[in-house]
């Protein structure tokens, strides 16, 4: 008896924990962040993250959630994402980030020799209310971003169709949901845009299961029903980009 309640006990403890990192990750604030590396400057760029740039997030609260590389780089790019408990803790952190002695020395060795980062795309992103979060590390595996713009009007028809039916259609031919999100900003397309990460075994995996996916008759019925219901397509562009994570990825 005393064993079963122990085991009941952790159980529940368990679900408790479970259910309050999904809080947590519903209610963060998210940050995607694109690099470009200066040309001849990638390898000093991602040093400079795996050497100290980290560190220095990790030192002013800014959590790390995914760092990838596209399968196909040829823009020298990075990807990735920072959570935040909110947009003022966001401000804060980086305001003592970039004011940090430490960091400011490190910039001025790394770029001693010339600007070592051509660009940054930032974008600011909370989660759907659909969306898995599934943000534990399993390793051994290709991730693909995915960008859609809707139609005018057309994002909440969007939402209602993926979580309703397209998530579970994706898990059906072997796609796995990562995380799914919508801006924050109007500037950014919190009108308009639902960005989001799947997880494949490989890239071949991943165009496998979408191949079976848009040839699945129940997708089809849905894409006709709420396309008839929208009067037209719910989304006038979709761009997807595989990556791989790199070693100190927190998410793999």
Known sequence: ????????????????????????????????????ASDGKFDVL?????????????????????????????????????????????EKSWKAFSEDKGWIKVVKETTANGEIVAKVESTFLKTTDFSPNNLKSVGDRVFELRTYLATPNNLSGLLDRFRNHTLKLFETHGMSN?????????????????????AHKTKEAGLASFKTFGADPAWQAVRKASEEKAGGSLTVKVTSE?????????LK
């Open 1 to 36: 008896m005393k064993n079963q309640i122990i085991t009941f006990l952790l159980c529940l403890l368990t679900s408790f924990s479970m259910q309050a990192k999904a809080d947590d990750a519903n209610n963060r604030v998210y940050e995607l962040r694109v690099y470009y």
């Open 46 to 90: 991602m040093n400079r993250f795996k050497e100290h740039t980290l560190h220095f997030f990790k030192k002013h609260k800014m959590r790390l959630e995914g760092f990838w590389l596209p399968l196909d780089n040829k823009d020298n790019k990075m990807v990735y994402v920072l959570s935040y408990p909110s947009r003022e803790a966001r």
């Open 178 to 198: 990562i995380i799914y999100w919508t801006p924050t900003d109007k500037e950014q397309g919190s009108e308009n845009t639902l960005i989001y990460f799947l």
């Open 242 to 250: 595989y990556m791989a994570p790199v070693e100190f990825s927190p």
